[in-house]
């Protein structure tokens, strides 16, 4: 960065980032600034070869150590405080957050700070049907019904003295609902075909990504039920509001996967700012096709691939239309032609230079529209004269 290349200064209660005729320039959330901006929380400064992101609040230090909450954000501090507080309790929790935003990740830490010896069973109440997710939980008698040729233990036996995870529990079946309720009032279950109940010493942690409120507005999940798992809420931010946890998390899932590269200051910068629609769970699928399309021995780069991958993360997030609506709206257009991911400034100038400023050539290296490559070098402040020989 250049020696004086930006300042940042709070007026009125705001922050303000100002470009001081830096030779780099200075970006915002992605773009070149032109004069002085105002900075929200999560606002991404790219000064030369420095990312920078506001931080949402102070960072206090954290309440419960656990090497699986990865990020060191105000809002995951947060999350530790609360799942510290409630660990050595019996109270039943209630993970609400977006889908990827890592709750089964919390649910086995809350397992692990609780010290419970029992184990940590979790299970996925939308995954399978309602027959079978009631032989799971509570288990069944050989001769219960057609197929049980043994006894089954089910997993609140299987989770005693420990913790059951029940995943997407909005999506519960009414009449599986009454027997949860029934199992949390008594702390005793009784399996399916079998006269006799068993006490069972099971911490309850249900997540879900659906409003539950609502849900019981609506009458789809029992109020009395919401009641007992609802004694302790913690609520998940989504990545876009701990954006500064982005490169920790980035190293952690990489080094999941044996990889220990780093990433370029493109493909770095583009996670910063994406919105994330599938959250850390999109940043993992992101960060695994990176590693296998960047070149071996190679920072990680916003390749096309890449690029592709964020497109349909972001193409997720917009307002569904009807086809055959938006066919009638358009009756002179035979198809829609879908508008390619935008290209990465470093990579676009690269290819201008290679090509000796010629718009065509650098359009077709990066695969992006030539309407594209002129909308960048605006708002870049490019003189294209600087990439000819």
């Given at each position: 960065?250049?020696?004086r ?6 007026a ?6 100002e470009?001081l005729g ?24 790219r000064?030369?070869?420095s990312?920078f ?10 309440a419960?150590d656990?090497?699986?909450l ?8 947060d ?30 830490a ?11 069973v ?9 027959g ?31 913790t ?6 909005g ?12 199992v949390?009032?008594?702390?005793t279950?009784?399996?399916?075909g079998s006269?006799?109940?068993r ?22 999940v ?13 609520h998940?931010?989504p ?28 493909l ?24 296998i399309?960047?070149?071996?021995d190679?920072p ?14 972001r193409a997720?997030?917009e ?6 609506a ?5 009756p002179t ?8 991911p935008?290209?990465?400034?470093d ?7 290679a090509?000796n400023?010629s718009?065509?050539?650098?359009a077709r ?16 402040g ?8």
């Amino acid at each position: 960065m250049s020696r004086r290349h930006a300042a940042i200064r709070r007026a009125r209660g705001q922050w303000a980032v100002e470009d001081l005729g830096s030779r780099n320039g200075t970006r915002l959330d992605g773009r070149r600034l032109d004069g002085t901006a105002p900075l929200q929380p999560g606002s991404v400064l790219r000064l030369g070869g420095s990312l920078f992101v506001l931080a949402h609040r102070k960072v206090q230090a954290a309440a419960l150590d656990d090497s699986e909450l990865v990020g060191s954000s105000g809002v995951m501090d947060d999350v530790r405080r609360a799942v510290a507080a409630v660990a050595a309790h019996p109270n039943s929790v209630l993970l609400t957050g977006e889908t990827g935003t890592g709750k089964e990740v919390v649910a086995g830490a809350l397992h692990r700070a609780s010290g419970r010896a029992g184990r940590f069973v979790a299970v996925n109440c939308g995954a399978v049907s309602e027959g079978v997710l009631e032989s799971e939980l509570f288990g069944h008698r050989k001769g219960a019904f057609t197929g049980a040729v043994a006894d089954k233990e089910g997993l609140f036996a299987a989770a005693d003295g420990g913790t059951l995870f029940l995943d997407e529990v909005g999506e519960m079946p009414p009449g599986l609902q009454v027997r949860l309720l029934r199992v949390l009032e008594t702390r005793t279950v009784r399996p399916i075909g079998s006269t006799r109940e068993r006490a069972v010493d099971v911490r309850v942690v249900a997540a879900t990504n659906r409003d539950l409120v609502q849900e019981v507005r609506l009458g789809k999940v029992r109020a009395d039920l919401f009641a007992r798992l609802n004694q302790w809420p913690v609520h998940l931010p989504p990545l876009r509001e701990r954006r500064e946890d982005i490169p920790e998390l980035s190293r952690a899932l990489l080094a999941r996967r044996g990889e220990g590269r780093a990433l370029s200051l493109g493909l770095l910068e583009a996670l910063l700012v994406h919105r994330w629609t599938l959250n850390v769970r999109g940043l993992a699928n992101v960060l695994g096709v990176a590693a296998i399309a960047s070149p071996a021995d190679q920072p990680l780069e916003l390749t096309e691939q890449v690029a592709a991958m964020l497109e349909a993360d972001r193409a997720m997030a917009e307002p569904v239309v009807d086809p055959a609506a938006l066919m009638r709206t358009m009756p002179t257009v035979p198809m829609v032609k879908r508008p390619s991911p935008t290209p990465d400034a470093d990579a676009v100038a690269e290819a201008l230079r290679a090509n000796n400023g010629s718009v065509a050539a650098a359009a077709r290296a990066v695969g992006a529209s030539r309407q594209q490559i002129y909308r960048l070098i605006e708002s870049e402040g490019w003189d294209l004269d600087t990439f000819r020989e």
